[in-house]
């Protein structure tokens, strides 16, 4: 930690401050610093208010990708309004997008045997729209779960939607599944 | 003539102090603004980390200066050369309060509400939400998700990396590395 004298305080303990996982002393130590020192509190400020800005951002539902369970049911319990599909490997589902919806869930099954990298790949109409890959981790239903904006889906024509999830295993890919959304446009009530 | 913002940013902390105690109420209003402008980030800072509610940050960065405002004037402040550590021992002194206050509400909404209030967003974020989502989407999944769990679903090294089958020193890591590339893309790469 660089909180001592007037050296300025690293970002990472400015991360670990704000996430709360100092020792008492080390945020003490911080806490100290910061209130005597102006440079640095600029700093710190700067970074709170990027820290506070996250909440915000994730709740406008437009980040998407790779989820977990907790991090939906925040989302649900701060009133986002989620559209769930639990899609097993060649399934083909209408992707019925309302109105209100804000963000689409996909929980897509499969037999991941451990592995814990993946690429995703997005194609509407057959056309590449996205490729994502990432160290993910299977829940404990055999799934992962992505995320997608529903403002990106709802203005969409109507076309099929492929999410094709490929594993990685110590460099080897291995095809998990293909999961199809036919998208029949935007539903209101 | 009263000082204006540009000469009070050169002003010390300490001066500041020592005009806000030797005036009468009313007559120290810009000095009293330009206290609140150095120290009331900090506070927030510390409220957010020990209260871990952004309005009740906000709550407390006021509270505390309006109370040191007073102390000043009443002479309360006996080191006004010390004024930074007046306002940190005040933060600390109000947050205690403030929790203890929190877990009174929280007993009483667990006894006589069915669900939990919902969480607002903080309605005094300066940054863009758009930018910010943007700039997150940019992230690597798991850097993403990493920050995500941290500072939007409050939760712990420990129990993150139970969920993503890490380490939580490895936690600890991405952390450090995704802020540090999450504030690159909002703030443009101005900041070290």
């Known amino acids: 930690m660089t909180a001592s004298g007037c050296e300025r305080i690293a970002l990472a303990d400015l991360t670990d401050y704000a996430a709360g996982e100092l020792s008492q002393t080390e945020a003490a130590a911080i806490e100290e610093h910061l209130f005597a020192c102006a440079g640095c509190a600029v700093r710190a400020a700067e970074f709170n208010a990027l820290v506070r800005a996250i909440r915000p951002a994730v709740h406008t539902a437009e980040v998407g990708g790779f989820v977990t369970d907790e991090l939906l049911n925040q989302l649900s319990r701060e009133g986002v309004r989620v559209r769930t599909f639990a899609l097993s490997p060649g399934t083909v589902v209408p992707c019925a997008v309302w109105e209100g919806d804000e963000l689409m869930a996909l929980r897509l099954r499969g037999d991941f045997a451990g592995a814990g990298e993946f690429t995703l790949l997005q194609r509407v109409g057959g056309t590449e729209v996205s490729r994502v890959r990432g160290e993910v981790t299977a829940g404990e239903h055999d799934e992962v779960i992505f995320a997608i904006p529903a403002s990106w889906v709802r203005q969409l024509p109507i076309v099929d939607i492929d999410v094709l999830l490929t594993a990685h295993e110590g460099g080897v890919e291995r095809p998990v599944g293909r999961y199809t959304l036919v998208h029949a446009g935007s539903l209101a009530r | ?192």
């Open chain 2, 1 to 192: 003539m009263p000082d204006t913002r540009a000469t009070l940013e050169a002003v010390s902390d300490e001066a500041l102090a020592r005009r806000i105690a030797g005036g009468q109420a009313g007559s120290t209003d810009a000095e009293e603004a330009e206290l609140y402008r150095r120290f009331a980030p900090r506070v927030r800072l510390y409220g957010r980390r020990h209260l871990r509610n952004d309005a009740a940050a906000d709550d407390l960065a006021q509270d505390v200066l309006l109370l040191t405002f007073e102390r000043l004037r009443a002479s309360d402040v006996r080191q006004p050369e010390q004024i930074g550590s007046f306002i940190l021992g005040t933060s600390r002194m109000m947050a205690v309060g403030e929790r203890r206050l929190a877990r009174r509400r929280e007993a009483l909404a667990a006894r006589f509400m069915d669900t939990p209030a919902a969480i607002a967003p903080s309605p005094t974020t300066a940054l863009d939400a758009p930018r910010v989502a943007a700039c997150l989407r940019a992230l690597a999944e798991r850097d993403r998700l990493v920050v995500m769990l941290t500072f939007y679903a409050d939760r712990e090294a420990p129990r993150i990396a139970a969920d993503l089958g890490i380490s939580p020193g490895a936690v600890r890591v991405i952390r450090h590395r995704a802020m540090a590339r999450l504030r690159d893309c909002v703030l443009g790469g101005e900041r070290r």
